[in-house]
């Protein structure tokens, strides 16, 4: 099935499990695969950043891919940001042989001009070949690429492939309404646009226009229901299942390889996956986080059941 610009609803990153050793752990990813499916999540996103992909090996990458596609019958996207043309287009051809639906695209922190940055998506286009539908990720905090709406018009307008835009700018809200915009006074064809950022804004970031959510929260059923509830216009359910997460999904915020230290902890703590290793370099959670993480988490669990964890 082929990634288009009409998925809506809740596409989770995954995470790439490793055991202590570092080597990847292939059942905790099926396991997590089949969790996704069961939360009712609309298609999954494998090997991007959170994936720790830049630290996988090219056979490390097609198995997760390959182990994926045979578990999970919707979209899956697949990450191949890469330095080169050479390694993206391997992966996105090999990930699309083995049943992919589209790939994601990042773009280098070299970039500084608008020309520049619409120039590298119109190579890339090219290097994975046209008929690779993608997504293009705008994601200025980590990248240190800011797209302003008028740079992401042109590389839609030029790219018949590119069909979703995994929204991750910081603010971004005027972003998400200066796009929708530009759709309907006809000046730019639809894109899917999905947000990022943990889910920080995700509650207003709907109400704006947005078609759901592209990121690895550790409670992607919460996602789900707020995605429905504001799809539905019940704006106070929407936002009361939100806050009620608000204050640990601010935790697991914090940026880099804390946290996501934070959500691999959480998914282990899930039983979702045996061990949070990150692969190195990485980062863990000493006492006095796991400590914090526990208490955040018992807090959702007042209003939230799907928070109550075992006892560690
Ligand atoms: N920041 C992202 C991960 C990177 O793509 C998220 O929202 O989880």
New binding site residues.
């Given amino acids: 099935m082929s990634l288009t610009s009409a998925i809506t609803g809740v596409i989770p ?1 995954s995470p790439t499990p490793f055991h202590q050793d570092g080597r990847v752990d292939m059942e905790s990813m099926a396991r997590l695969t089949d969790y996704f499916l069961s939360c009712g999540v609309d298609g999954i996103t494998i090997l ?3 994936g720790e992909a830049p630290k996988l090996e090219f056979s490390e990458a097609r198995a997760i891919v390959e182990l994926v596609a045979k578990r999970f019958d919707k979209p899956i996207v697949v990450g191949v940001s890469a330095p080169g043309f050479a390694a993206m287009r391997s992966l996105a051809r090999e990930a699309m042989e083995l049943g992919a639906s589209g790939v994601m695209i990042g773009p280098p922190n070299t970039l500084r001009t608008d020309d520049q940055i619409v120039g590298y998506y119109r190579q890339a286009a090219e290097a994975i070949g046209p008929d690779v539908p993608f997504v293009l ?1 705008d ?1 200025p905090l ?1 990248f240190s690429v800011v797209m302003t709406p008028n740079v992401i018009k042109r590389i839609v307008t030029e790219n018949a492939s590119c069909v979703v835009l ?1 929204h ?1 700018d910081w603010p971004g809200l005027d972003k998400i309404t200066a796009l929708r915009g530009f759709e309907a006074d006809g000046s730019m064809r639809h894109i899917a646009i999905l947000t ?4 920080l804004f995700l509650d207003f970031e709907m109400e704006r226009g947005a078609d759901g959510a ?4 550790a409670f992607p059923e919460m996602l789900v229901d707020v995605v429905k509830l504001s799809a539905a216009g019940q704006r106070d359910a929407a936002h009361d299942l939100f806050d009620a997460h608000l204050p640990y999904l601010r935790y697991e915020q914090q940026q880099g390889p804390l946290g996501l230290a934070v959500r691999k902890y959480v998914y282990m703590r899930r039983g979702l996956i045996a061990c949070d290793a990150q692969r190195k370099p990485g980062a863990t959670l000493n006492a006095a986080a796991k400590g914090e993480v526990e208490f955040l988490l018992s807090r959702i669990a007042r209003s939230d059941k799907r928070a109550v964890l075992k006892a560690a």
């Fill in positions: 990153i991007g950043q959170l990720q994601y980590t995994k991750e990022g950022n943990g889910g592209n990121t690895g929260y």
